[in-house]
């Protein structure tokens, strides 16, 4: 059982690769569990078993892979959701944020996963109560991120339907929103304060100087380790006094040092100062000197030629040299050179370089950072660095830094290898203090009585993470039933509409109309004919005619029947008969016979009858 389900996972692990190779989506950080019971829906609804199987499905139907992500990309989301929670952001956070602009400041909002885009738009609507949509048009840029472009193009149109909008007051639906035929579409003018975009939380950059930064029930998918740095995104994207707003089954409480409380049972959070915390920017130093070309060509040979990895940066923030150690260890390529460092991943990867360069800037004092571990792929032993910063100066003025990564994986072996000696001459002095090590064990076992219930704690958030992505799951499939359900009532009540058209259509025919098949067998049976005979649909259709006890002389209408069925071209039969209705009289009736005809087929006959001119018959 366990080779079994060690080949699912590794089948598993290879679907994913062809998804991050053939589409760019790299799942790396999500869940197993999660994603794993989300790809085997779709599986299901394809009628695949195995994940290779599933493998090969992808190559032969390329529109399968949309079907896919809207299955793996969870967009349940919704105006006002979690009630309670922007109630306390519009009490508490959105007025903070407006006062620390001194009333005149930009103000940059970022809502990371925005799915379907309402959540961005109820903070636009919060932002512009508060400031007047007049001071919102001018000084507000909200941003919508995620990796679902078929998500993100509804966000981008801004349209929604009734149902969608019944978390919005009234109020505010009339005053945000414009209507757009049978749905609802929010104010062009204002809609310009939006921009959406396509960013992956997991690989791309994240957006700077924010003020307010929402992503809700974003984190609660992905792996703790893919949390921590995303958040450690987040802290950089936030300006000094920026707010995180969480959904409502994540938390932060192992990352302290980047975030604090402001209101924890709703997941508002303040973003916690770096040290120190200025980006570098173009002010920071003058420009470059020039450098005649000769020597700058000794100069670049004798920088390519350095036995260690190293790139400069100039005093604009823009990467200038990188040695080709560097492009072989920290994967710098030639297209960097020009770009602003902090664009870069290698900024904030496998080291945060940006605050680091500020300091060494601003003191004139080289920096050094030892054993930064660096793990270049998933699978492979991390590397471990020693970064130096270094200012450089041209003629007194600061020019820029010239950054140096050496790599001293060998050097921590050796370390490690010195520490397990040591450790194993500190335990040979242990066994000659016995009363000591008594002392520590029982430290060692209270340190690891506080490590279980650390784990015990992780393992029930893990737990609550889980639970709120199966409601969310189940939120969604929900909504699909609705939907559904009031599909079906819709065509039942066509069809209700429809019989009670042919019943009225039938009455309206003649006394009683009555309607056959080929096999003289009833198909329909006019309520006039049940007032006349007394039988009802339900007990006729699908009966032999003939055979029918109706005070109606059927024999005499055998022949006639068998001619108009049997007849081509199309004929006509009318004959006259006395019969008996239901309360015992007779009368005369006059019935016409005509052909039903299907695509110019006979499929049967038409008796409408009426009463004739003659005065009804004495039943006896």
């Known amino acids: 059982m366990s080779q079994l389900a060690d080949v699912h996972d590794a089948q598993f692990e290879d679907l994913l690769e062809v998804l991050h190779r053939t589409r760019g989506f790299d799942f790396t950080g999500y869940k197993r569990a999660s994603l794993m019971r989300r790809v085997r829906r779709r599986m299901a609804d394809v009628g695949i078993e195995t994940f290779h199987e599933y493998s090969d499905h992808l190559e032969l139907h390329a529109e399968e892979f949309t079907a896919l992500f809207d299955t793996l990309l969870i967009n349940v989301t919704g105006f006002f959701r979690d009630a309670a929670a922007w109630t ?168 302290a040092d980047l975030f604090s409380p402001v209101d924890l049972s709703n997941r ?11 980006v570098l920017t173009s002010r920071a130093w003058p420009g470059p000197r020039k ?95 020693e970064i130096t910063v270094t200012p450089l100066t041209m003629r007194g ?20 290898e010195l520490e397990r000696a040591n450790a194993d001459l500190e335990r040979a002095y242990e066994e000659l203090h016995s009363i000591n090590e008594e002392l520590e064990t029982t430290n060692e076992e209270l340190q690891s009585t506080v490590e279980e219930f650390e784990t015990t704690n992780e393992e029930l958030q893990s737990t609550n993470e889980q639970l709120e992505t199966m409601n969310t799951e189940l939120v969604s499939t929900n909504d699909e039933l609705h939907a559904v359900n009031g599909e079906l009532r819709e065509r039942r009540l066509e069809l209700d509409q429809t019989g009670q058209f042919l019943q009225n259509l039938l009455a309206s025919l003649g006394r009683a109309v009555i309607v056959l098949d080929r096999k003289r067998q ?18 006729v259709e699908g009966c032999d005619f003939l055979t029918l006890d109706l005070g109606l002389p059927v024999a005499e209408l055998t022949a006639p029947l068998a001619r108009v069925l049997d007849a081509e071209p199309p004929t006509m039969v009318q004959l006259s008969v006395d019969a008996i209705d239901r309360r015992g009289r007779g009368q005369r009736l006059r019935v016409r016979i005509t052909q039903l005809l299907h695509d110019g087929e006979v499929t049967g006959a038409v008796l409408v009858m009426n009463e004739s001119a003659t005065d009804t018959l004495d039943a006896s």
């Not at 930009?106 to 309402?118: F, P, T, V």
């Not at 020019?399 to 050796?414: N, P």
């Open 88 to 255: 306390t952001l519009r009490k508490r956070v959105v007025p903070a944020i407006v006062d620390g602009t001194d009333g005149w400041g930009n103000i940059r909002g970022w809502s990371a996963g925005c799915a379907s885009g309402e959540e961005v738009y109820t903070l636009a609507m919060l932002l512009a109560e508060e400031l007047g949509e007049a001071d919102f048009m001018q000084r507000v840029k909200l941003y919508a991120t995620d990796v679902d472009d078929g998500a993100l193009t509804v966000a981008r149109a801004a349209v929604y339907s009734d149902r969608a909008l019944e978390a919005v007051p009234v109020d505010l639906r009339e005053k945000y929103f414009e209507r757009a035929g049978d749905r609802w579409a929010f104010r062009r003018d204002l809609r310009r304060s939006v921009i959406c975009g396509r960013n992956d939380l997991t690989m791309d950059a994240p957006i700077s100087r924010v003020d307010l930064l929402v992503c809700r029930n974003t984190l609660m998918y992905l792996t703790a380790d893919t949390q921590a740095n995303i958040l450690r995104r987040f802290h950089f994207a936030l300006n000094p006094t920026g707010v995180l707003f969480l959904g409502k089954a994540e938390m932060v409480l192992a990352h």
């Open 268 to 278: 508002l959070y303040h973003r916690v100062p770096a040290s120190p915390a200025r």
């Open 291 to 385: 450098v005649a070309g000769r020597s700058r060509s000794v100069e670049v040979a004798a920088f390519d030629a350095a036995p260690v990895a190293q790139i400069v940066v100039d005093a604009g923030g823009a990467l200038v040299l990188s040695n080709p150690r560097a492009e072989a260890l920290l994967g710098v390529r030639s297209r960097d050179v020009g770009h602003p460092f902090h664009d870069l991943e290698l900024s904030y990867r496998p080291l945060e370089l940006r605050s680091l360069i500020t300091q060494v800037v601003d003191s004139r004092r080289p920096a050094r950072v030892a054993d930064v571990a660096w793990q270049r792929a998933p699978g492979v032993d991390p590397v471990y660095l």
């Open 397 to 416: 003025d600061r020019a820029g830094v010239v950054i140096s990564f050496v790599d001293t994986s060998e050097a921590k072996r050796m370390r490690g």
């Open 522 to 539: 009833v198909y329909a049976w006019s309520r006039n004919a049940r007032d006349l005979w007394g039988l009802g649909p339900d007990e």
